[in-house]
């Protein structure tokens, strides 16, 4: 029954006018996302909605799951998110996110992914929508660093980051690790303080990149907060010919990930 839904609402979000104003694509997306949340019986708490001005931002969430955009959709602002180019290409998916006008980029391009996120960025933000985009660059789990091109283009357009901790989505669906859908699940969404324009353009991006990346970790992992998710590649797999990082804080588990990754080079040379 959820699958079915869910894909009916995507049904219809697909075809929507293709010249929706800011508030009606925002009006559209709330709908969809209180629709689908409401039906899966998730248990959504939002915290620091006081840290959260009218925009726009970039907003830097941590990533479990696809369960992430439609929590995300709940926090009062007009909003469109960063994909990888292959969602557009996904059932019913792709239809929807190509109307409601959200950003396609191949992060295994490094450049040409960058480029594709400012020009995007300078548009949507210029709009006064704010633009989501995962800092992670995958679903994997907490362990996964923070990459810098978010940080970059956020100086480059001259707006402020929104940090976003996110925890218990991965419970609702675990796609592509699992394929149940799970009902009743709790979230926590923490909003954190924002990352001033004015610092982005003036501080060290390193130093700010990763005290961002530590404090919204630490968010996701607070006391009371639902379980995040970890990653581990022996139940997860390497994901080899993907771009993917592993936190430097988390340095066993990236000790693994380089030893894996030496030896596929030797074994392909």
């Not at 006018?17 to 939002?46: A, C, K, M, N, Y």
């Not at 557009?88 to 006008?101: H, K, N, Q, S, Y």
């Not at 810098?148 to 592509?176: D, K, N, Q, Y």
């Not at 994901?239 to 588990?253: A, K």
Request: aromatic letters at 8%; hydrophobic letters at 40%.
């Amino acid at each position: 029954m959820g699958r079915t839904m869910i894909w009916s609402a995507l049904h219809q979000a697909g075809r929507v006018p293709p010249d929706l104003s800011v508030q009606q694509r925002f009006q559209v997306q709330r709908r969809f996302s209180r629709r689908v949340l409401g039906h899966l019986g998730v248990g959504l708490e939002l915290r620091g909605l006081d840290n959260m001005g009218d925009g726009p931002y970039l907003i830097a969430p941590l990533h479990e799951g696809i369960a992430d955009v439609l929590c995300l959709l709940r926090l009062p602002l007009p909003m469109r998110f960063v994909a990888r180019r292959e969602i557009f290409d996904w059932p019913e998916v792709g239809p929807a996110i190509t109307r409601l006008g959200h950003l396609s980029i191949n992060p295994e391009h490094p450049l040409g992914g960058f480029r594709d996120l400012w020009r995007g960025a300078e548009s949507i933000l210029g709009g006064g929508e704010s633009l989501v985009v995962f800092p992670q660059g995958t679903v994997l789990g907490l362990q996964t660093d923070f990459q810098r091109g978010v940080f970059e283009v956020a100086r480059r357009v001259g707006v402020p980051i929104l940090p976003v901790a996110l925890s218990g989505t991965h419970r609702i669906w675990e796609h592509p690790f699992a394929p149940t859908l799970r009902y009743g699940q709790r979230v926590a969404l923490t909003v954190l303080p924002p990352v001033s324009a004015e610092e982005l353009q003036t501080g060290n991006l390193e130093t700010i990149r990763v005290r961002t990346r530590r404090a919204t970790k630490a968010a996701a992992l607070a006391p009371g907060a639902p379980p995040a998710r970890f990653f581990e590649p022996d139940r997860d797999g390497y994901w080899d010919g993907f771009r993917l990082v592993i936190d430097p804080d988390y340095p066993e588990l990236a000790r693994r990930m380089d030893a894996h990754r030496a030896a596929l080079v030797t074994e392909t040379a």
